[in-house]
């Protein structure tokens, strides 16, 4: 009797390792065809052709090369399938933020530089805000913002599947693989964000 529900026990969590093990094949199949999808469509923009931005009704011109400058930032996501890429009847993509203030965000894009009043503290707020929403990090941190790297509570870093705050799967992973406790996990590869190809793949994971 002991035996047959051990077995039991098993077939349950070998069923509930598959579905998690299907549920994700999907999700990076859906990934895929969204990343091959706006990439197919990326292929219409040269790097230094004009793209335009609508930010709170602003409209703003710049190159797909200036807006990918920083790898994790809003427009890498939005450019490379992770935002869904759909430009407006007039060719451009709208943005609902301050489009006023909009100008100090492009510029920096543009030079790496950040030129400010600094007697408007509130103005240098607006654009910490601004720049947290871009997920551009050296410039969250040049506006005194902390950077949003890996903390001692992230137990997966960069992973969009498993969760940050279940440290039992990292010890989990950490008993299996024979590592130290208390070790941290970086995604290094993600084809959504680096691309599909066998090159690129091989370049971050071998």
């Known amino acids: 009797m002991q035996s047959m529900n051990n077995n039991s026990n098993n077939k349950a969590s070998i069923d509930h390792k598959l579905n998690d093990t299907k549920y994700e094949r999907e999700q990076f199949e859906s990934e895929k065809a969204a990343f091959e999808m706006n990439y197919n ?46 430009p407006c009847k007039d060719g451009s993509f709208f943005i609902d933020r301050d489009g006023v203030n909009f100008h ?17 503290p509130h103005l240098i707020r607006m654009l910490l805000l ?10 969250i941190v040049r506006l005194g913002g902390k950077a949003f790297k890996q903390t001692s509570n992230e137990a997966f870093f960069d992973s969009t599947i498993l969760p940050q705050n279940k440290p039992e799967f990292s010890e989990k992973l950490n008993e299996w693989g024979g590592f130290e406790r208390g070790q941290k996990w970086k995604l290094v590869y993600k084809g959504s964000r680096d691309g599909f190809q066998a090159s690129t793949f091989h370049s971050k994971c071998d």
């Open 41 to 86: 469509k990326l292929q219409t923009f040269h790097s230094a052709e004009p793209i335009t931005l609508n930010v709170g009704g602003q409209k703003y011109c710049t190159s797909l090369d200036t807006l990918t400058k920083y790898r994790d930032s809003f427009f890498c996501a939005m450019f490379n399938g992770h935002i869904a890429l759909k």
């Open 104 to 120: 100090y965000i492009l510029n920096y894009l543009r030079t790496g530089e950040l030129i400010v009043p600094k007697n408007k």
């Open 130 to 139: 601004e720049a947290e929403y871009y997920q551009i990090e050296e410039l």
